[in-house]
């Protein structure tokens, strides 16, 4: 395959910097931060559903607590009222029966609602100690995401630096092998794991290691200065 000197020259440092570039974005890939956001991400998503369930529950609670209350009160006022009417009547025997009858109606509601609206008292303070308990542990595990993000931009941050300059070196290699050998190598590349490039070294290729021997060599040979490894198909320098 034809190739000057220049090329099989930029086609090395091309090689070189592939690798490289393929490292540093192994290495962007493989930060530990970024395990951690995405399990503190969950964590997150967790809990906010926890949060939504508990303030669900306390808005509900709430709710009852309310009208357990204002009932209650409505009840108190009836009681108010019933005893002056009651104090009013003074002589009238039957009045203040039926008045009493309802005065003890009131008052044994009020005493069901009192038993409820303790209930309702102390479910709400051990909802309110549930949500105490998610909001320290959400702000806990936002403050962990928030740390882990900032390692991750500092670190990744350098690495995708590394990488740009990589990046621009690489287009400035590609202007010295030709269009055709170019898109050789590109195709090869991404076919082979993002290493294209290997050299015909002692009758081996230097990257997939195989023997060849013969006519296949033979045939290799009268390919120089670059061939094709007749088992990975990568480009080789003879």
């Not at 393929?22 to 967790?46: D, G, H, T, V, Y």
């Not at 006022?77 to 009493?100: C, F, H, M, P, W």
């Not at 509601?109 to 909001?135: C, F, M, P, W, Y």
Request: with cysteine; glycine share 6%; net charge positive.
């Amino acid at each position: 395959m034809k190739a000057t000197a220049e090329q099989l020259s930029a086609l090395i440092d091309l090689q070189n910097l592939d690798r490289e570039i393929l490292q540093l974005n192994k290495e962007l890939a493989n930060l530990p931060q970024k395990q951690a956001i995405l399990q503190a991400r969950e964590k997150i998503a967790a809990l906010s559903k926890k949060k939504e369930q508990v303030l669900g529950i306390k808005k509900k609670t709430e709710a009852k607590f309310v009208r357990a209350t204002e009932e209650d009160e409505h009840l108190a006022e009836k009681e108010r009222a019933t005893q002056e009417a009651i104090n009013e009547l003074k002589g009238d025997y039957r009045s203040v029966e039926s008045r009493t009858k309802e005065l003890n109606g009131f008052a044994k509601r009020r005493s069901t609602l009192a038993s409820e609206i303790d209930a309702l008292d102390a479910e709400l303070k051990k909802v309110e100690g549930v949500e105490a308990q998610v909001n320290q542990l959400l702000s806990q595990v936002e403050a962990e995401e928030q740390k882990a993000v900032a390692s991750y931009q500092a670190e990744g941050g350098a690495i995708r630096e590394k990488a740009i300059q990589k990046q621009g070196a690489r287009t400035l290699v590609t202007k010295q092998i030709s269009p055709d050998l170019l898109t050789l190598y590109e195709k090869t590349a991404s076919r082979c794991g993002g290493v294209a490039l290997g050299r015909l070294t002692d009758g081996h290729c230097s990257v997939c290691r195989s023997v060849i021997e013969g006519g296949r060599l033979i045939d290799l040979q009268h390919q120089a200065p670059l061939g094709v490894c007749p088992t990975c198909k990568r480009l080789l320098i003879i």
